[in-house]
């Protein structure tokens, strides 16, 4: 077991944990950015084909120019005690110390469980991005992305720029609701840019609001989904199903280190510090804001952490003005109460324990499932069905315990507090 | 770094470019089952990111590795359930 010490570490190394380490580093710190993947990046900043997004790129290069120490392939799985996490990667089991801590984790997907969604070749819209970007070819293949937000017009946009035939948009959110956020857009230039790029590159593809998938189907994998609008339904054939409902913060390290969670995600101060001492949160973590929202986060905890306090304020604008935006983008993108029937009494719920939604009809809660049924208990430690569950039946996951993720027996007996 | 590396899925020799995911790479190699649930439905890839669980294989003899989160090395041992 190694031990050392580091000035600021961040966990994560997406656009806002890279953000914080450069600015840590820039104060004098010593910074340590770790991350579950062999590159930096997160899942928005994801490397294509061996290449980082050019936006990225300004960051990794000063993060490596400021001596940013960067340790990759690692997963955060306990903190067994105040200022100590204890990590795992392919060869062992990492213990690493810190002064103070910036948590930067991002988010995942939501999914929502509809007959078919355990299909083979039914994937999340990031999700299917993320394996495009890592290898996968999809030239010539039939793609269906449907869902909500903003994320489906990136990763449509991607799937074509990948010779996908990318067949159909369905955006659940109703077009005077999208109608009434384009209206805002006007605020923020960036975005205008960009939703212009979106609407030439994605020309002449379909995009129907107010529309959702009802039910995918195939022999052991997906061969066509069944849409609903309106009243009308109807079946199309395709090879991949891209569905993601939103997202959702990845808040499990945040709990598990006692910072206050609120609705919608870690309660952090003016300097993005959470409940806890010498614990940082910036990025989607503290709320779903998107990605400029998330580097000026990371700044802000970056110099905080660095005990530059007065560059930090500084900043406090420009993360006001993509808050508002991100608010703006919450209202638009808001889950339609139709989208609760999708799920039928057969249909699974937990993909780990196989559990469908009959056999928890009527349990009370989370506590309840878990115990009568495995919901929630296996590999994935309801990372998947909990977003679905929050928005289904209103649970939210109660506790956290160690290890947040699955990991080798080896490395939880490297755990305990050393004698 | 070499440009390719070969893996081999199931005894089948598959090659990617380097820095290609397994999880990727089986998906390539026509596998569409890369786990059985509890109940022995077929699964594969969900998230993408190392979330889900869903993309589990054997790699090196190693069984449960998210495949998504682990990039190819040249002559790796995959095997799905």
């Given at each position: 077991m190694t031990d050392r010490a580091i000035d600021v570490l961040v966990v994560g190394a997406g656009p806002a944990g890279l953000a914080a380490a450069c600015r840590a580093a820039e104060c004098g710190a010593s910074a340590a950015v770790v991350d579950?993947?062999?590159?930096?990046?997160g899942q928005i900043w994801r490397a294509s084909a061996g290449r980082l997004p050019a936006a990225a790129q300004p960051w990794v290069v000063t993060a490596g120019k400021q001596g940013v120490e960067w340790i990759p392939a690692a997963q955060v799985f306990a903190a067994?005690?105040?200022g100590r996490l204890a990590l795992e990667n392919a060869e062992g089991e990492l213990s690493l110390t810190y002064r103070s801590l910036i948590l930067a984790t991002g988010a995942r997907e939501r999914f929502l469980p509809f007959p078919?969604?355990?299909?083979?070749?039914?994937?999340?819209a990031g999700g299917m991005q993320a394996l495009v970007k890592s290898g996968l070819p999809v030239e010539g293949k039939k793609v269906i992305v449907a869902g909500t937000g903003p994320l489906l017009l990136a990763v449509a946009q991607y799937l074509r720029s990948r010779e996908?035939?990318?067949?159909l948009i369905a955006e659940q959110a109703r077009r005077s609701a999208l109608a009434r956020f384009s209206a805002?857009?006007?605020?923020h230039p960036e975005k205008v840019a960009q939703t212009a790029q979106f609407a030439w590159s994605l020309f002449g593809v379909r995009f129907l609001t107010g529309c959702w998938p009802m039910a995918a189907a195939g022999e052991?994998?997906?061969e066509r989904v069944t849409l609903r609008r309106g009243r009308r339904t109807w079946t199309e054939p395709c090879d991949y199903l891209a569905c993601g409902f939103g997202l959702l913060p990845n808040t499990e390290l945040a709990e598990l280190l006692g910072c206050q969670i609120g609705a919608r995600g870690v309660e952090v101060d003016?300097?993005?510090?959470?409940?806890?001492?010498n614990i940082y949160a910036a990025g989607e973590?503290?709320?779903?804001?998107g990605v400029e929202l998330a580097v000026v986060e990371g700044e802000i905890a970056g110099f905080a952490a660095g005990g530059r306090q007065d560059r930090a304020r500084r900043l406090f604008h420009e993360r006001a003005s993509h808050g508002r935006f991100a608010a703006a983008l919450e209202r638009a993108f808001a889950l339609r109460q139709?989208?609760?029937?999708?799920?039928?009494?057969?249909?699974?719920?937990?993909r780990c324990e196989d559990v469908p939604l009959d056999r928890i009809r009527?349990?009370?809660g989370w506590r309840d499932a878990k115990l009568h049924t495995?919901?929630?208990?296996?590999?994935c430690q309801g990372r998947v069905c909990g977003g679905a569950l929050e928005f289904?039946?209103?649970?939210?996951?109660?506790s956290v315990r160690p290890p947040v993720v699955p990991v080798r027996v080896a490395s939880l007996v490297g755990t305990e507090p050393s004698a | 770094m070499a440009e390719h590396v070969t893996i081999r899925v199931n005894g089948a020799p598959v090659t990617v470019p380097a820095g290609t995911t397994v999880a990727a790479a089986a998906l390539l190699a026509g596998?569409?089952?890369?786990r059985r649930s509890v109940t022995g439905e077929p699964r594969a890839p969900l998230c993408?990111?190392?979330?889900?669980?869903?993309?589990?294989l054997t790699i090196n003899g190693r069984a449960h590795v998210r495949s998504c989160q682990t990039v190819c090395a040249e002559s790796m041992e995959v095997t799905t359930d």
């Amino acid at each position: 077991m190694t031990d050392r010490a580091i000035d600021v570490l961040v966990v994560g190394a997406g656009p806002a944990g890279l953000a914080a380490a450069c600015r840590a580093a820039e104060c004098g710190a010593s910074a340590a950015v770790v991350d579950e993947n062999a590159r930096p990046g997160g899942q928005i900043w994801r490397a294509s084909a061996g290449r980082l997004p050019a936006a990225a790129q300004p960051w990794v290069v000063t993060a490596g120019k400021q001596g940013v120490e960067w340790i990759p392939a690692a997963q955060v799985f306990a903190a067994p005690e105040p200022g100590r996490l204890a990590l795992e990667n392919a060869e062992g089991e990492l213990s690493l110390t810190y002064r103070s801590l910036i948590l930067a984790t991002g988010a995942r997907e939501r999914f929502l469980p509809f007959p078919g969604w355990t299909l083979p070749n039914v994937m999340g819209a990031g999700g299917m991005q993320a394996l495009v970007k890592s290898g996968l070819p999809v030239e010539g293949k039939k793609v269906i992305v449907a869902g909500t937000g903003p994320l489906l017009l990136a990763v449509a946009q991607y799937l074509r720029s990948r010779e996908a035939d990318v067949r159909l948009i369905a955006e659940q959110a109703r077009r005077s609701a999208l109608a009434r956020f384009s209206a805002r857009l006007p605020w923020h230039p960036e975005k205008v840019a960009q939703t212009a790029q979106f609407a030439w590159s994605l020309f002449g593809v379909r995009f129907l609001t107010g529309c959702w998938p009802m039910a995918a189907a195939g022999e052991g994998r997906l061969e066509r989904v069944t849409l609903r609008r309106g009243r009308r339904t109807w079946t199309e054939p395709c090879d991949y199903l891209a569905c993601g409902f939103g997202l959702l913060p990845n808040t499990e390290l945040a709990e598990l280190l006692g910072c206050q969670i609120g609705a919608r995600g870690v309660e952090v101060d003016e300097f993005q510090r959470s409940s806890r001492e010498n614990i940082y949160a910036a990025g989607e973590i503290t709320g779903i804001g998107g990605v400029e929202l998330a580097v000026v986060e990371g700044e802000i905890a970056g110099f905080a952490a660095g005990g530059r306090q007065d560059r930090a304020r500084r900043l406090f604008h420009e993360r006001a003005s993509h808050g508002r935006f991100a608010a703006a983008l919450e209202r638009a993108f808001a889950l339609r109460q139709e989208l609760k029937t999708l799920a039928q009494p057969e249909t699974l719920i937990c993909r780990c324990e196989d559990v469908p939604l009959d056999r928890i009809r009527s349990c009370s809660g989370w506590r309840d499932a878990k115990l009568h049924t495995r919901c929630g208990m296996g590999p994935c430690q309801g990372r998947v069905c909990g977003g679905a569950l929050e928005f289904l039946r209103g649970w939210k996951m109660e506790s956290v315990r160690p290890p947040v993720v699955p990991v080798r027996v080896a490395s939880l007996v490297g755990t305990e507090p050393s004698a | 770094m070499a440009e390719h590396v070969t893996i081999r899925v199931n005894g089948a020799p598959v090659t990617v470019p380097a820095g290609t995911t397994v999880a990727a790479a089986a998906l390539l190699a026509g596998v569409h089952a890369f786990r059985r649930s509890v109940t022995g439905e077929p699964r594969a890839p969900l998230c993408g990111m190392g979330i889900c669980f869903e993309c589990c294989l054997t790699i090196n003899g190693r069984a449960h590795v998210r495949s998504c989160q682990t990039v190819c090395a040249e002559s790796m041992e995959v095997t799905t359930d």
